[in-house]
């Protein structure tokens, strides 16, 4: 079986590379040799690969740029995710993408569910919302995950932040009115190979879902147990737990609208593939382990 991994030094492509090696061979490609923004050029790319199962870990996410680079967001998120579809569709493989809470606008009460209305409040999200669109329009055999707040060692990410910030900083105010749950690129590129695998023998499986860790909780809680745990773990920090003040969305403007309630329900993701998803906090302890000796 061959693979196409598109985004292969990405947060959650880089352990796709792992993840996906014992299902087959992998063809990793990161933004030099397939850039999503190069239509031609990624067509080329995927017809020569000549790939099972397509993996399209690549993505425009820098949130706050995409409400000034609306057009290059889109075409990276939505028309070349298009193109790949089309592509999977015409060399009869599977494709696999991933999309994000930012599609809904963060004002349902509880938990969102597959089914619920996409209604994005920032270009990013409206990016995204459009890339799973073209995704079920090609028409194909695919796997949509959802997921959100992802953090890996690697890459720039909250926790990797909110540490830096700690080493040099003895006060830090982070925003408390945001729900979601941190959701560790090891565990979304875990989930995406057993899926590829369950799918190859199931069509029935095909289709879009939500993909988080288990349970809940708020930037301001997620970063005084970051802070907590990496003193533990001897990390040289000026900051402490105590010292890391809540604040609200609106007292930290940014130019991308921030949704107040990511929580993505995953009874979907569980059921189907009889999967228990750990707790959000239950990858931090091995994060911090794996973090470069050089961000600690």
Known sequence: ??????????????????????????????????????????????RGAKADIIVNAAAYTAVDKAESEPDLATRVN???????????????????????????DGEKVGSYVETDAANPVSRYGLGKYQGEEAVR??????????TSWVYAPRGKNFPTTILNLARTRDELKIVADQIGAPTSAELIADVTALAVRRVGRSED????????????????????????????????????????????????????????????????????????????????????????????
């Open 1 to 46: 079986m061959k693979i196409l991994l598109l985004g292969s030094t990405g947060q959650v492509g880089w352990e796709l590379q792992r993840s996906l090696a014992p299902l087959g061979e992998v063809t990793a490609c990161d933004r030099v040799k397939a850039d999503l923004s190069d239509l031609d050029s990624l067509r080329t790319v995927v």
């Open 205 to 296: 499986l095909i289709g879009t879902y939500h993909l988080t860790a288990a349970g809940e909780t708020n930037w301001h809680a997620y970063a005084r147990l970051l802070v907590r745990l990496a003193a533990a773990k001897g990390y040289a920090l000026k900051a402490v737990p105590e010292r890391i003040l809540p604040i609200a969305t609106a007292d930290y403007p940014t130019p991308a609208k921030r949704i107040a309630n990511s929580r993505l329900a995953t009874d979907k993701l569980r059921a189907a593939f009889g999967l228990t998803l750990p707790s959000w906090d239950a990858h931090l302890g091995r994060f911090l382990e794996e973090l470069p000796h050089e961000s600690a």
């Open 78 to 104: 939505a028309t070349a995710v298009g193109l790949l579809a089309e592509e999977a569709v015409r060399a009869r493989a599977l494709f696999v993408h991933y999309s994000t809470d930012y599609i809904f």
């Open 137 to 146: 329009a090609a028409g194909g055999r695919h796997l949509i995950f959802r």
